[in-house]
């Protein structure tokens, strides 16, 4: 019961985190189209608290359940695994520990974009610049994540064919 359950926080968690990227992607679509300075401000607003959010909930989620998946007696026995066995789980822990490097630069590109946006310290195009470098890390996180999806969709290395 607790194995399932925190499986299945797990892939909601990373659902989440999928679902805040193509929102982010939307957003970032909308930025780059539109003209007029204010609206863009809101939306840059908007989509910097979706990314937040998404990150928030995805990476705390996915480090909480999976803990609790490599404690638990029940399911399969994660812990401390063999990487020889299992190079797409130790792939999979490296890529985490490097989003999760990227989630700290991300969120403080954020935060002092967002302050100097309610202060109003930017003119015509700047803030669409300020937050173009801020959303790079953005999507860096949001490729790491949907690789590390596909690493623990396919778990290349277990599936024998023929």
């Not at 490599?70 to 520990?97: C, E, N, R, T």
Request: proline residues 2%.
């Amino acid at each position: 019961m607790l194995y399932e359950l925190s499986r299945w926080i797990h892939i909601l968690s990373n659902l989440i985190w999928l679902c805040a990227f193509v929102g982010s992607l939307l957003y970032g679509i909308r930025i780059y189209r539109t003209k007029k300075s204010s609206s863009t401000d809101n939306l840059i607003q908007t989509e910097r608290l979706l990314a937040k959010w998404g990150t928030i909930v995805g990476a705390g989620g996915i480090i909480v359940s999976g803990w609790a998946l490599s404690s638990i007696a029940q399911g399969p026995q994660w812990g401390w695994f063999d990487i020889q066995l299992y190079p797409w789980l130790a792939l999979k822990q490296l890529l985490f520990v490097i989003i999760l490097v990227f989630i700290v630069i991300d969120l403080n590109r954020s935060k002092e974009l967002n302050k100097r946006l309610q202060a109003g310290d930017f003119v015509g195009k700047q803030s669409v610049e300020k937050w173009s470098a801020a959303y790079r890390y953005t999507v860096a996180v949001y490729i790491l994540v949907v690789i590390s999806t596909l690493l623990g969709w396919y778990k290349p290395g277990l599936t024998t064919f023929g």
